[in-house]
């Protein structure tokens, strides 16, 4: 019975430690657009839940993503899911703006200065402070994911 129970702990300590080193923090994978292997892996890793990713083209510090919207997606939700997206691109790497490609989609794209005006106003943070500090881009990041926004009036609700 000891065997067995020493056995368990060393099974579960395994299994704790490799699940911990395959979970990846987004923040943990900054890179810059030099890195285009690095870029692709983070976009890949973003939630893409109202969206099926198509083909990504890198010009310069311009991002563009082809997307299908997924049937049946909230329109809302299609709106927050890009408008996070394209905020965790502007952070995590030294993009200047993304622009979402595809039909039916109420939300194209993301540049540094739209973003920062809104988290100044929203959150008292710029890009530049949530590339410098993990704990404001959890914090910020977890923040968005629970802001409400309204199709239309994405821009006049993030300004409240």
Known sequence: MKKLFKISIIFLITFLF????GNKS???????TSDEKGVEKII???EW???KLGDLELKDKSLEINLEKTPNSSRDENTKELFINGVNLLVLTDIDEVNYNGED?????IDKDFANEIL???YDKKIEDLR???????EVNEKLKN???ETGAVHYEMMK
């Open 147 to 149: 802001e409400k926004f």
């Open 44 to 46: 890949n890793k973003l």
């Open 26 to 32: 987004l923040y943990s994978m900054k890179t810059d």
């Open 132 to 138: 410098k500090s993990e704990e404001a881009f959890n």
């Open 49 to 51: 839940k109202e969206n």
């Open 120 to 122: 100044t106003i929203k």
């Open 18 to 21: 490799l699940s911990a080193c």
């Open 105 to 109: 989609l109420d939300f194209s794209g």
